[in-house]
């Protein structure tokens, strides 16, 4: 058996005090097991948070088990601390917290600030290093600027353990390091420029997705270790794709080795279930006005900008944490101080929390899954806003597969649809999702969505793509959307590659790269994403023929392009548009190209004449093909002809 607990700790006094303040931010360092140098002697030292605990002791294989041999210390300064070192441990010990509670439980827990856990359904924690020589020097150096709101957005998001697998062996899960080969290249390959990994923290509960957190501080060890996504991490880097992760702060699930009573008393949780109980997910809520809570909380969104070099958190469940009446009937939620349904305590802390990562992190971006009317959510919180980059515009996403999903022939009576988020678009800095929520639980894929035939479905889908990024905002594509995945989303299966045997979905895929390519290469499409100045409806309201013409605007004018999009399975010949500027006008992308699996319309010269027409001095006429449209822009080589300036309108 090994030695005896050792006295040691690595919490100064000024530590506790940010730590009981909610001010310490790198709670990693001290607490968890690390391994250590003590008088000459190697081993591990453990501390651990239970301040209601009688006594807590390891446990695990180094003592074969045993509940007491290895007893912690209890800190002098009231913190709740236990802590102590014991020799002769190293890496790769398996352990728990044995925890004696005053009303006589024993409770056997994981290490909340573990590094690694068990491969589930084992609960132990693991002494790990995170230590890794990184090789991303570069991309870290540029992220300042490939991070901007200024530049392009298209975010590729992906579930690790569904996206591929062995065909020889569908039930296994592929390594990070082994589905690096993969992933890279093909995103790379489709022109995304981020990923965002749904949460890659250890759960117990793999349908969970990874929702349902029970060591937040560890990589799932499904996958390997946390040198493993380290290194998918930086190949990514070294492809030039950044890399967000998505972040629970909302809730945790009560399984007993988790946080749920970690001493015996709600400790990480709200003692009353009105604010403490999350009746959709079966799940516990953070106790947002407890300090060290809120420690620990921004401790770990600091763990994966600083330890793992990710590029932006997407911030799961905003509104649920927002609103003390989320999800519940009257009676069942506790109103604030003021009356209100507003939860202060959870708003203090996401404002917190946006002012320290953007502090100490001033080039990475926090996103909120934001479902409400919230105001500023993405707005400083020296202005009143809760201090995100960006928001999900889940409006836009609910209005526009609404509109999709209807028959042409109907179309004209959901005009509005189509067209309503400008009303809003510029209120907050949205991200457009097309997440994994919308393609589960009997919704349909999204080329399922779309109605016609096959070709009509992928025709929906391609215009519907075209419209996502050529409308104000970045983007967010869920895995398989790409290619037309036609089943839905199944996390303990891999998407269906063998599709892309079959031309539509090739297409599709083809189509996604090249739309990706250029939105990337149009700083049109992405300078002014969130500011009001960078969109123009140039017509918004044909719902007659249900198409939209509008103009998205760049730093430079020359930059600008035109967005048509014909929303019917007719062909509209000689279909007259108006235009900002004369000249030469080319088609940068065309959906109902052949190599799309398009019919093949396009136009071969687009030259604009000073006819008034859709309120512009200029104007051409372009053949429109069915259920689909055109990216235009300006030839730099031909000089312009009774130019008007951006603005500028005729008499009407």
């Known amino acids: 058996m090994a030695n005896e607990v050792i006295p040691h700790s690595l919490f100064s006094e000024f530590d506790v005090a940010l730590f009981q303040s909610g001010k310490h931010f790198k709670l990693y ?44 210390f209890v800190r002098w300064d009231g913190s709740g601390i236990w802590e102590g070192f014991i020799p002769g441990l190293g890496n790769g010990e398996t352990y728990k917290y044995v925890i004696q509670t005053y009303t006589g439980e024993q409770l056997e827990k994981g290490d909340p600030f573990a590094f690694r856990w068990e491969v589930a359904p084992k609960t132990a924690s693991v002494v790990h290093s995170t230590w890794y020589e990184w090789q991303d020097k570069q991309w870290m150096q540029e992220r300042a600027v490939k991070n901007r709101l200024d530049q392009p957005w298209s975010v590729y998001e992906v579930h690790l353990g569904s996206w591929s697998r062995d065909p020889e062996s569908p039930d296994t899960l592929l390594n990070y390091r082994e589905i690096a080969v993969q992933l890279v290249s093909y995103v790379k390959e489709m022109n995304f420029t981020h990923v965002e990994f749904m949460p890659l923290m250890e759960h117990p509960y793999y349908p969970s997705w990874g929702y349902q957190i029970t060591g937040y501080f560890a990589a799932s060890s499904r996958y390997g270790s946390a040198q493993d996504l ?16 998505d972040w629970v702060p909302s809730h945790f699930p009560g399984d007993a080795h988790g946080l749920y009573r970690f001493d015996g008393t709600s400790l990480y949780e709200h003692e009353d279930p009105r604010k403490g109980f999350h009746p ?14 809120r420690s620990f909380l921004i401790s770990n969104a600091f763990y994966w900008l600083d330890r793992f070099h990710i590029d932006g958190l997407r911030v799961d469940a905003v509104a649920s944490m927002l609103y003390l009446d989320y999800s519940r009937n009257a009676g069942e939620w506790i109103p604030n101080e003021f009356g209100g349904n507003e939860n202060l305590e959870a708003v203090q802390f996401l404002k917190e929390l946006n002012e320290a990562v953007y502090g100490h992190f001033p080039d990475v971006q926090t996103i909120a899954e934001e479902s409400t009317s919230w105001p500023s959510v993405s707005r400083p919180t020296y202005a009143g806003g ?125 189509f996604v790269a090249d739309l990706n390519a250029v939105y990337k290469a149009q700083p049109s499409l992405y300078q002014k994403a969130f500011d009001a100045a960078g969109f123009e409806w140039i017509d918004a309201g044909d719902r007659e023929n249900s198409i939209v013409v509008y103009w998205r605007k760049g730093f430079d004018s020359w930059d600008d392009t035109v967005v048509v999009l014909n929303l019917t399975p007719v062909v509209r010949e000689h279909f007259r548009i108006g235009l900002p500027y004369a000249g030469e006008w080319e088609v940068l992308l065309n959906s109902d190209d052949l190599t799309y699996f398009g019919s093949g319309i396009h136009n071969l010269h687009i030259h604009s004449e000073h006819l008034h027409w859709m309120n512009q001095v200029q104007s051409a006429q372009l053949h429109l093909p069915p259920l689909g449209g055109y990216i235009l822009k300006r030839k730099r080589a031909v000089e312009e002809v009774n130019p008007i300036k951006q603005g500028e309108r005729i008499p009407v």
Do not use: C
């Open 29 to 72: 360092e001290k607490f968890g097991s690390h391994e250590l140098e003590v008088n000459g002697e190697k081993g591990v030292y453990f501390a651990v948070w239970a301040p209601n605990a009688k006594s807590v002791s390891v446990t695990g294989n180094f003592n074969f088990w045993d509940k007491e041999h290895h007893a912690l």
């Open 280 to 293: 959709d997910w079966q799940s516990y809520i953070f106790n947002y006005g407890r300090n060290e809570v």
């Open 230 to 245: 380290m290194y998918l991490i930086e190949e990514l880097h070294a492809a030039g794709i950044g890399v967000l992760l």
């Open 386 to 510: 809760l201090g995100f980059g960006m928001k999900w515009m889940m409006g836009w996403m609910h209005d526009t597969l609404d509109y999709f999903k209807e028959d042409p022939v109907n179309r004209s009576y959901h005009h509005d649809r189509l067209t309503f988020a400008t009303v809003y678009a510029f209120h907050e800095n949205f991200m457009l999702p097309l997440s994994h929520d919308e393609v589960v639980y009997g919704k349909q894929s999204l080329i399922y969505k779309m109605p016609g035939d096959e070709w009509q479905k992928f025709a929906n889908l391609r215009a519907l793509y075209l419209f996502m990024y050529t409308f104000s905002g970045t983007k967010l594509l869920f895995m398989g959307g790409e290619f037309g995945q036609t089943s839905e989303w199944n996390v303990n299966q891999s998407l269906d590659w063998h599709l892309l045997e079959f031309a539509p979905h090739q297409g599709m895929k083809q």
